[in-house]
């Protein structure tokens, strides 16, 4: 995981619910990470234990032709 860059996330809330989220890392720190998630439009607090999946939303540019 790298700061600045959007991750598409697959995390386990306290409510055991799994909910799937975009997000921009902003900081990392023991065992939890900041990040603003795109979903609430807000800034978080994640338990790194409870992140399920993490991926680097990639942009692929469409040629014309």
């Not at 959007?6 to 990392?28: F, H, P, Q, T």
């Not at 607090?45 to 032709?65: D, G, M, Q, S, Y």
Request: hydrophobic content about 45%; overall charge positive; glycine content about 4%.
């Amino acid at each position: 995981m790298q700061r600045n860059q959007i991750m598409n996330m697959m995390y386990l809330a306290k409510s055991g619910e799994v909910s799937k989220r975009n997000i921009n890392i902003i900081k990392i720190a023991g065992n939890s990470f900041q990040a603003y998630c795109f979903t609430k439009q807000a800034k978080r607090t994640f338990t790194i234990n409870n992140v399920l999946a993490i991926v680097p939303v990639l942009h692929k540019e469409r040629e014309v032709v």
